[in-house]
């Protein structure tokens, strides 16, 4: 076991009043959900050179303390889970936040998924077999407060040349106001003066992108965040192993060294032999650069000597005891191109190692259209304009078609497209709907309908191959860019008096014009609609998403209905109620609608997936893309 562990954890609990709190684990007060909830923050500091006005809220015993015992109990919670029903799938659910998210609003978003899923939703509630887990990692907020820090941190060199431009500014200015601006001297005077503005200006650019902390977050989230919790992960596979160890050999604690570790090593063969259905269930919710979190905690626990991921078919299990399950994403930070099957998707290995996958996003989402998309174009290998566009913000609906249509988009066709006895790879490629040319963005607003496909997009990446089977098609996507619904607060119960656009104006447009996206920027910075995190928000997006998250796609649809088609068509006529456009991934219509096998489905499509892949790789292509 590591010595020092880069943690705290402490416990979500209910005070009798009803009241959702985080607790220190040695605090007798409150009452634990049936769905036990940990709050777990990364013990890195925002800098590096801690600030020492700012006394530490705990010692570093009892972060250390605090840190065993809640690895401790989480895996006390699953070890209990799996004796007391095998059948039933122990889980445990990570939540990852995302940039610019202060300590105190993400508390407050965890307490709200714990209420919720403990006080709110009587079906998630009724399944006691899963741990929740809030994941902090040391994100920090935009203040203005900070401009003199970012000033005095800059280097020499940089700092100098802000405060020549300074300089040069005030002395320009005055040049224009004197007779010695008209003469020769005094004109090329002005130009130097005007240089050196340009340059500090240049210097000022620096520290408005420091004030912005993207850049500082994405360091965090890479180097601490990612590292941290899969720091946690593997703790608390060490002690589920452990405990299966004392359980096989229950005088392992007093023997010697040798012998622990042969106790150790059949405990490990023991989960390696155990059914991949039966593993403990790994699932994720990741927002904004949470989902860049979460891809990257997969990558790292992935084995690359795995003879199935050298093949580039991996399988779902991750560590001893773990096996991935379900992948929520709302509004992920991360590329566009992570749903492409592409030699560059640096992710692609991620994301085909879960049994779901899901997407929610926004059209209108302009804290990524604005905020990382430039932020990325410094640092993001992309020569175009629109591959440098982030996944959540692609949307669903056609813009050919007026009006818009919500709803699931695909489910008139999924049953003709998708008979049992075809292999689902087989039948993407002759199945009406492709997703890939169903996923758009707006990208440039002179262009016909200012839009473009993902499978126009990527066809250099892919040419020929939109109809074969993409890593898109392992997800099931929710537009969310014209939802309406009533806002409401699990914390206190209570809902909004009328419904309302949560993540835009939701006017029902095909295509958001540039003054649509100047409106949401008002709205966003007024604080009247959350274009970024509104989906957390909704009535029914809380319900659909946690459910998703803790349920499963086949969970969820069976607290619509015992008849999974008519269970769907039900999906399909609430998102049509509350103006969300659905897509569903044949592989989940063929596992739970259908009644597919997992397993073999899932390695139908995988091989569907790398045979496209190989064939694109040895294909040559001078195809240019649509921004060119």
Not at 18 to 25: F, M, T, V, W
Not at 92 to 106: A, D, F, Q
Not at 342 to 347: D, E, H, I, K, P
Not at 575 to 595: H, T
């Amino acid at each position: 076991m590591a010595s020092m562990l880069p943690f705290i954890i402490q416990r979500f609990v209910f005070q009798p009043e009803g009241q959702a709190q985080i607790a220190n684990l040695d605090d007798p007060k409150g009452t634990p959900g049936t769905i036990p909830g940990y709050f777990v923050m990364s013990s890195a500091p925002p800098n590096i050179d801690p600030n020492p006005d700012e006394k530490p809220e705990f010692t570093e015993a009892q972060q250390q303390q605090y840190a065993q015992q809640g690895v401790n109990e989480i895996a006390d919670h699953l070890r209990r889970m799996i004796a007391a029903s095998p059948e039933s799938n122990a889980e445990l659910v990570i939540t990852v936040h995302g940039y610019n998210t202060s300590r105190g609003g993400v508390q407050a978003w965890y307490k709200n998924i714990f209420k919720y899923v403990n006080r709110h939703d009587e079906t998630i509630a009724a399944h006691p077999n899963r741990v929740f887990v809030g994941y902090r990692w040391p994100s920090e907020n935009v203040k203005l407060s900070r401009f003199l820090e970012a000033i005095l941190a800059l280097p020499p060199l940089p700092r100098d040349i802000l405060f020549t431009g300074v300089v040069g500014l005030f002395l320009f200015v005055l040049f224009q106001f004197i007779t010695l601006g008209a003469t020769w001297w005094g004109r090329l005077l002005s130009v130097a003066f005007g240089l050196a503005t340009a340059l500090g200006l240049l210097m000022f650019a620096l520290v408005v992108l420091r004030l912005v902390v993207y850049f500082r977050d994405n360091y965090r989230a890479n180097n601490f965040g990612v590292l941290d919790l899969v720091e946690l992960l593997r703790q608390i596979d060490h002690a589920i192993v452990q405990r299966t160890a004392e359980e096989m050999f229950p005088g392992m604690a007093r023997s010697s060294t040798v012998d622990q570790a042969k106790a150790m090593a059949q405990a490990q063969n023991y989960w390696s032999r155990r059914a991949q259905n039966n593993k403990i269930k790994l699932s994720f919710i990741g927002h904004s650069m949470g989902a860049f979190v979460v891809t990257n905690v997969v990558r790292i626990l992935s084995d690359v000597f795995d003879d199935s991921s050298v093949k580039k078919r991996p399988d779902s299990n991750v560590g001893d005891v773990f096996r991935l399950e379900r992948l929520v994403l709302a509004s992920p930070d991360i590329p566009v191109l992570t749903i492409i099957t592409s030699r560059a998707n640096f992710l692609a290995s991620s994301l085909r190692r879960f049994s779901e996958s899901y997407l929610f996003s926004s059209e209108g989402d302009i804290a990524l259209r604005i905020a990382s998309t430039a932020a990325n174009y410094i640092a993001f290998p992309s020569r175009t304009q629109a591959r440098g566009y982030r996944l959540g913000n692609v949307a669903l609906r056609n813009p050919s078609v007026t009006p818009v249509t919500y709803g699931l988009i695909n489910l008139p066709h999924l049953d003709q497209d998708f008979p049992p006895n075809v292999s689902v790879g087989a039948a993407i490629s002759q199945a009406q709907d492709k997703v890939m040319e169903a996923l758009f963005l707006t990208f440039q607003r002179f262009q016909i309908h200012g839009v473009v496909t993902l499978a126009s997009l990527f066809q250099e990446q892919s040419p020929g191959n939109s109809n074969q089977a993409t890593i898109a098609d392992l997800f099931t996507y929710f537009d969310c860019t014209d939802y309406v619904d009533f806002r409401y607060d699990p914390e206190d119960n209570t809902c909004s008096a009328q419904p309302m656009g949560l993540l835009t104006q939701a006017k029902g447009k095909p295509v958001l014009k540039s003054w649509d996206y100047f409106l949401l920027t008002l709205d966003y910075a007024t604080g009247k609609r959350d274009v970024h995190g509104g989906y957390f928000q909704g009535q029914f997006t809380q319900k659909l998403l946690y459910g998703l998250a803790f349920l499963g796609f086949g969970g969820y649809l069976n607290t619509l209905n015992t008849d999974p088609q008519v269970a769907l068509s039900q999906l399909h006529v609430d998102c049509q109620a509350k103006g969300i456009q659905g897509y569903l991934s044949p592989f989940r219509y063929r596992v739970d609608i259908q009644g597919g096998n997992l397993e073999g489905s899932l390695k139908d499509m995988l091989r569907a997936i790398e045979d496209n892949a190989a064939q694109t790789m040895t294909r040559p292509s001078e195809i240019p893309t649509p921004d060119q």
